[in-house]
């Protein structure tokens, strides 16, 4: 019963992950660029979400709606005032402004909700469902999260393979220079892709903290270095990679957790990270790129 | 580009001004004329110069983007502590200078170990999956160093993984890391070894290795078609700048009573590495100016405590938005009046 | 063509296997020989039976549309793309398992198509990196200083300077390569090759966006590098003036294969050769 409460669990976490990796690799595979902030723009969802619900009493669909707005501006802002000046610049200079973004956003929201963690309502009036006579409980939070990462996934899929910015998302991670000819707008193109992102980056926001209430200006951070992991893990530029590599990261950190060792689980994840990038360097279902001398 | 004699005289200042600064900052010590907090920030101050100026190594001279340099650090002070601590109980070693001595040594080639077995896999990487998994070693290492204990007992030592019930004395103690260290870290040792930091990254880079180094990072597949082994050149900064780092950490851990191994984290990473672009990607002088005033300047603003991070994330993406800007770059070669561009082409024509 | 100066013909004699190699040179191991060379990229055979025999002082041609493998050919000759089918040997020796950075130490050196130089280094420090493995030193010689160090760096300084005479860039030692005028550029990335001490000297388009008195002034020094340095030259090229006037043996691309192999004249004068690249020339010319 312990093992299928972890499988669940680990499930869970992995479909945050996974929300968390397709803001990553999406924006990777089209601007080629690790958007470090990424981790942050959960944050301050989650944030807004926190005031929104306890401070103006709003209901909880308007919460997550006004989050996911807001987390968009704020991806289409960050783009054009930081990134969008340094598309030819290297990729180090991007990195570490990237880096800068991160840290501005963490203590721009450390000076506006200080650094006392904050205790997520819950918003759903749902109850624990219990299973084999009570022996597994599944919090409701946990059915959602993965309920939302498969509409999610699904949702993006279609949009990506059916809808006209889809296809010029493809075509615009695939050959910018080609694109641009072909009389794609790139830069509206990139734009969406960083609104995508960050909305779904204020939904991972929310279902992160409905499942785990502690919210603090840090709180981004790790997830998103983890779920970056997952979609490298799972394949950069993969859709299906990042759900993949999400919930296998996931359950990976909750069996390690309770198998191996609890302070050794933030080890454990970075281990598989590295352990993948040099056996597997394009990940699960990543395809291998070539340069051209 | 510097031509050979800016190069020089560039190198001469940087020694003159920092040995003048350090023996009048020594006068002062003696006349007790400087002020406390300046006076016990001496040493951090040296701790993190060292640390810029290696950490630029790897990303301004290498051009890889390390995001786990404070884990060298933490390494190099937790051996450094450790075996501080064994000389004196284990073998009664009272000499101050000398067991700083060794533990510097030590905590330097341990780090420069780790370097390398990180390194090996690592630098086989590129760009931001290099940037990465520096930081998720970083990460594993304080995640580790958090878990090991270590006592002294006799002239044993112990080690601990998870288990904290060790004989003789304590030195690490899992997550409250070191406690009462006897602090044997002197400023006069943190000068020498910004010195000697200095020497070796300066030397290596007006060098053949170090012009490698450059080539690697500026045009990778031009330099392998002149015979020069990518992975190796970058192995040499990498360890380089490790090894630095750990003697760096050794010198700051001896410098603290009580050192926690959650330390050294990603933060820290990132300090350096605002120290680094501030003072300039690839400028080794610049360095040591940013990592000085950058660790004095909070304390003389502490009134902006809240609002000095925030500063610096701003600095930060503003220096790297106006440094790769191609019209500022324009105005800055018009401003220097680079000897290359104007007057070559009229040698050509001519 | 009847402009520029007629050069001897190199008289070319049969070499132990279909090739030819100039007379001169048949006492001495070719210095390059390809067996059936190719690659494949997922179907595309990019390159396809390539074989040839280079004598050790030859100038070669390289020549054949756009896209028709030329640049392949000299990255997988310095091991950039591995060859998924055939054989190559330098002086005899097999170049299997070797890496770029084999090569370079064995004996090939390379310019590129869109010029590779260190751009942010000076004229000097890039010849230097053409001399690492030629003159040398290790790291801790460097940072200590040691006495190998001055005189290593001496050598490289003076090494630099006589290369760089060549072709009157001497007093340019100090300048930024990346603002050094498009000709002199192409020009230093031929100095930093022949810094490696190569045995075969790889050219890719040289000439590229020369006036004809550059071309000829390049020519000249082609043939003067050759003399001097007693060194293989293959180019790739599409100025066929450069081409007919100092190749010794050419070897026409297709879509990947050889079409045609021969001296100039054979070259010219060959009806696939024409159809499939010199195109009207030779009516107008009639």
Known sequence: MVFLSNLVNGISLGSIYAIIALGYTMVYGIAKMLNFAHGDVIMVGAYIVFCAAQYWNLPPAVCILLAMLVCTVLGITIEKLAYKPLRQATSLAVLITAIGMSYLLQNTALLIWGANPKVFPSLFALDTIRLFDGQLSIKPETLITITANIVIMTALTLFISKTKTGKAMRCVSEDRGAAELMGINVNRTISVTFAIGSALAAIAGFLLCSSYPMLMPTTGSMPGIKAFTAAVFGGIGSIPGAMLGGVLLGLIEIFGKAYISTELGDAIVFAVLIIVLLVRPTGLLGKPVREKV | MKTKKSRLITQAVTYGVLILLFVILTIMINNKSISRTLKGQLIPICSWIVMAVSLNLVVGISGELSLGHAGFMGIGAFTGIIVSGWLLNGFQMEDPTLRLLLAILAGGIIAGIAGMLIGIPVLRLRGDYLAIVTLAFGEIIKNVMNCVYVSVDGQTLNWGFLDGNLPGTLLLNGPMGAVKVKTIATFTAGFILVMFSLIVVLNLINSRSGRAIMAARDNRIAAESMGINITKYKMMAFVTASVLAGMAGALYGLSMATLLPTKFSFNESINVLVFVVLGGIGNIPGSIVSAAALTILPEKLRFLQNYRMLAYAILLILVMLLSNNPMVKMLVRKIFHRRGDDESREEMRA | ?286
């Open chain 3, 1 to 286: 063509m009847s402009e520029t100066k007629q050069r001897q013909q190199t008289p070319m004699v049969p070499y132990p296997s279909k090739s030819f190699v100039p007379e001169r040179d048949l006492g001495n191991i070719p210095v390059l020989e390809c067996n059936h060379l190719g690659i494949e990229f997922g179907g595309l055979k990019a390159v396809d039976d390539f074989s040839v025999i280079m004598g050790r002082t030859e100038i070669g041609g390289l020549i054949g549309p756009n896209g028709a493998g030329k640049t392949t050919i000299f990255n997988l000759l310095t091991k950039v793309y591995q060859p998924t089918h055939g054989t190559m040997m330098l002086e005899g020796k097999d170049m299997g398992g070797m890496t770029t950075v084999d090569v370079s130490k064995a004996g090939i050196a390379r310019t590129f198509q869109n010029i590779r130089l260190f751009n942010n280094m000076t004229v000097e420090e890039n010849v230097r990196i053409g001399l690492h493995n030629q003159i040398r030193y290790g790291m801790f010689n460097g940072i200590l200083r040691l006495p190998k160090y001055w005189k290593a760096e001496k050598e490289q300084h003076e090494k630099t300077l006589e290369l760089l005479s060549i072709f009157d860039m001497a007093g340019m030692a100090d300048e930024r390569a990346g603002s050094l005028p498009y000709g002199a550029q192409r020009r230093l990335e031929i100095v930093r090759a022949l810094a490696t001490s190569p045995k075969l000297l790889l050219l890719d388009e040289p000439a590229a966006g020369m006036n004809p008195h550059e071309t000829e002034e390049l020519m000249e020094n082609i043939i003067k590098i050759r003399d001097q340095f007693q060194i293989a030259i293959l180019l790739i090229e599409h100025d066929m003036n450069l081409v007919m006037g100092i190749c010794e043996d050419i070897c026409v691309l297709n879509f990947g294969k050889i079409i045609a192999k021969g001296t100039p004249a054979e070259i010219q004068a060959n009806p696939a050769v024409i159809e499939a690249y010199l195109g009207k020339r030779k009516e107008a010319e009639a």
